[in-house]
């Protein structure tokens, strides 16, 4: 089974990398990822209102990428949080210098505004990736949340003005409410397998549409979590929770069972694999659509 797959006009030995956390802030540990088979190390993500809080957090961000690119022999994609269009454009620049192989830009906004419409939220993303498109040289993925009310549209203007990747999806972390204090309470919930199948139904409909590469993060904690991504569409697949609970040897488990299942299946490579079972690809395009929503209330009501 060749595994190989190419991901942001990266050349990678396979599918598989941590994605943005905690992981790689230690480098021994992303020499760990390394060693059980990641094809790139993906950094946590820089925030610009820490920047403006606490000004040698650039400085510190900068000095581990520097580590990291000593340390391993993979690429290094870091990522980026912005709030203003003048603080993206500094720090993407900001890490292009550093060295980084590629920029993931992390868009996390939750829209309150009640006057704000959703072109209007869009479109700020959009003319962000376009600046930076035009500033900076790396490759740029474009890390997404799925609360985009018209998500296709989205990704083909990202797509059109030169996005190299995707990102499926964001995971917006909800609050919890202390009902005494009547206070948000911030919550960390691991992911679990579950939340695939959101993701695999947006791969799927953009697999083969867009000339973007596609990545998966958020559900993937099995090797047959990873099979349906790249059959859905994923140039790469990433994993946080399962490596945050089980180590490095997540990644190895899952990169192992994966050619297994592949081999096992007559595959010969992850290119062929990629997008079998998309939306480009099906001989029934309404399973994407509507189909599928309507079989399982019937069968509901009928169970």
């Given amino acids: 089974m ?24 230690d480098p021994d540990m992303a020499l760990r990822l390394e060693d059980a088979g990641a094809a790139a190390i993906v950094m946590h993500s820089l925030f610009e209102e820490e920047i403006a809080q606490h000004a040698p957090t650039a400085d510190g961000y900068l000095a581990l990428l520097h580590r990291l690119k000593q340390r391993v022999n993979v690429p290094v994609i870091a990522s980026l949080n912005g709030t203003t269009a003048a603080g993206w454009l500094r720090y993407a620049a900001l890490l292009q210098r550093g060295g980084a192989d590629a920029l993931e830009l992390n868009f996390y906004h939750v829209a309150t ?4 419409d959703a072109a209007t939220v869009e479109r700020r993303v959009v003319d962000i990736v376009a600046v930076l498109k035009e500033s900076v040289a790396i490759p740029l993925a474009v890390k997404l949340s799925p609360f985009y009310s018209a998500l296709p549209h989205l990704a083909a203007q990202l797509d059109r003005i030169g996005a190299d990747g995707l990102v499926l999806f964001n995971r917006f972390y909800q609050p919890d409410i202390d009902p005494v204090r009547r206070t948000a309470v911030p919550e960390l919930r691991y992911s679990d397998s579950s939340e695939l199948l959101m993701r695999l139904r947006w791969l799927a409909i953009l697999a083969g549409r867009v000339r973007a590469s596609l990545a998966v993060t958020g559900g993937v904690h099995t090797a047959l979590d990873a099979v349906k991504a790249v059959l859905a569409g994923a140039d790469a697949v990433q994993m946080v929770s399962a490596l945050m609970t089980g180590g490095p040897a997540a990644l190895t488990r899952v990169r192992v069972g994966f050619a297994r299942w592949a081999d096992e299946h007559h595959y010969g490579s992850v290119r062929e694999m990629c997008g079998a079972a998309s939306l480009a690809h099906s001989a029934n395009p309404h399973e994407y659509e509507r189909a599928n929503y309507v079989r399982i209330l019937r069968g509901a009501n009928h169970s």
């Fill in 113 to 116: 505004d009640l006057s704000e």
């Fill in 2 to 25: 060749d595994l190989n797959t190419r991901y942001l006009g990266l050349d990678l030995a396979n599918p598989f990398m941590p994605g943005a956390s905690p992981l790689a802030e």
